[in-house]
C-alpha cells in the first residue's frame, strides 16, 4: 500500500502567518491527492481534491499543489478559524490512505 | 442540503458484533459511492470500506476484511456496516462520507462511536 507522510507533525502559528504543510507519498501517485481540515469533535471537511482544485466553499486563502510525490499544502494568511489538523489523502487501486496529520495550533 | 446521519455505534464486548447505519438526505443516494472512515481515539483517520452507486464494487482495508460487511438500500437512502468479530482496536469513532465524482469525500456525517471492550 501507498504510505502519506506529513511534515511537520506539529506547528504553532501565528494569526496572519503563511503555513505550508508537506505530503509525500511513498511513491508516485500523480495528482490523486486530497487534504481536510477537521476541527476537535468535528467530521473532517475537504478542502482540496485533484492536488490544487480548491472545493467549493473553501477561502482562497487555501491552495495545493504537487504531483507525483510531493505535495504542499499552502494557508497564506492563517485566520483564528483555520487551528486545526490537516490530513493529507490519496487513492491508488480503490485503497485510500491518510497521511498521520499536521496539528496548527495558535503560538 | 446534504446530511449523512450515523447511528448504530455502542459499547460491545470483544469478539461480538454491531451494526452501523447511514442515513442519507438531500442527494440522489443512488448515484453515488459511499464510504466507512474511522478515526480511533486521539488518532489519525483510517479508511474502512467503500461500495459503488449499484453495490457492484466494494472494497474493504486489510484490517477489517473478512471481519466487516459494507452494503446500502437505495430505496431506503440508506449505507450500512456490519462489524462481526470485533477487536478493541476497533474502537473508534465511524464516519460514512460521500464520494464525489473523482473519488474524494466531499460530505461526512457527524460520527458514531464504537467501544469494543470486556
Known amino acids: 500500500d501507498i504510505q502519506l507522510t506529513q511534515s511537520p507533525s506539529f506547528l504553532s502559528a501565528s494569526v496572519g502567518d503563511r503555513v505550508t504543510i508537506t505530503c509525500r507519498a511513498s511513491?508516485?501517485?500523480?495528482?490523486?491527492l486530497a487534504w481536510y481540515q477537521q476541527k476537535p469533535g468535528k467530521a473532517p471537511k475537504l478542502l482540496i481534491y485533484?492536488?490544487?482544485t480548491l472545493q467549493s466553499g473553501v477561502p482562497s486563502r487555501f491552495s495545493g499543489s504537487g504531483s507525483g510525490t510531493e505535495f504542499t499544502l499552502t494557508i497564506s494568511s492563517l485566520q483564528p478559524e483555520d487551528f486545526a489538523t490537516y490530513y493529507c489523502?490519496?487513492?491508488?487501486?480503490?485503497?485510500?490512505?491518510f497521511g498521520q496529520g499536521t496539528k496548527v495550533e495558535i503560538k | 442540503e446534504v446530511q449523512l446521519v450515523e447511528s448504530g455505534g455502542g459499547l460491545v464486548k470483544p469478539g461480538g458484533s454491531l451494526r452501523l447505519s447511514c442515513a442519507a438526505s438531500g442527494f440522489t443516494f443512488s448515484s453515488y459511492s459511499m464510504n466507512w472512515v474511522r478515526q480511533a481515539p486521539g488518532k489519525g483517520l483510517e479508511w474502512v470500506s467503500s461500495i459503488s452507486s449499484s453495490s457492484s464494487y466494494i472494497y474493504y482495508a486489510d484490517s477489517v476484511k473478512g471481519r466487516f460487511t459494507i452494503s446500502r438500500d437505495n430505496a431506503k437512502n440508506s449505507l450500512y456496516l456490519q462489524m462481526n468479530s470485533l477487536r478493541a482496536e476497533d474502537t473508534a469513532v465511524y464516519y460514512c462520507a460521500r464520494a464525489a465524482a473523482q473519488n474524494y469525500f466531499d460530505y461526512w456525517g457527524q460520527g458514531t462511536l464504537v467501544t469494543v471492550s470486556s
Open positions: 511513491q508516485g501517485i500523480s495528482s490523486y
Open positions: 489523502q490519496q487513492l491508488n487501486s480503490y485503497r485510500w490512505t
Open positions: 485533484a492536488a490544487s
